[in-house]
């Protein structure tokens, strides 16, 4: 059975090393098929207070800015375009939300995050995406210390 390549490709950041070494996989795929990228960093939001702070927000802002335009650099240096995507709300969620509107194709993210809880995250955002995607979702190791 002859399969599409991947035409569009969701590179899920938190700007943690584990997310860079993941976005150096998607991003390499998309080289190879000539997909389009997204590099998507979601800002969560409390389950207590959904109404933050403005500089809250400035830093959130800030710390999204920085993570996706490092995956923009990595796609510079292997000739493939990414789209910076900031986001907020909860993490799983608008990641697929985003992924259903502009028809992704694969999903791919780390198994930890910032925290470094692989268990926690792995238990939370990565695995409802898995879970609930309809597109393929690729889950990159964290890299070996």
Known sequence: MKRNPYRK???ATDGSE????AACSGLEIARCTGAEVYAVYIAGISCCSPIMPESYDWEIGK???EAVAEIEELGKKINV?????LLQGYPA???LEFAEKNDIDMIVMGT????GIDRFLLGGVTEKVIRNSKAEV????SPCP
């Open 9 to 11: 490709i969701l590179l």
């Open 18 to 21: 584990n997310s860079k070494s």
């Open 63 to 65: 710390e999204g800015s």
């Open 81 to 85: 375009k990414v789209n910076p995507v």
């Open 93 to 95: 969620q608008e990641l």
């Open 112 to 115: 930890q995050g910032k925290t």
């Open 138 to 141: 690729l889950v990159v190791r």
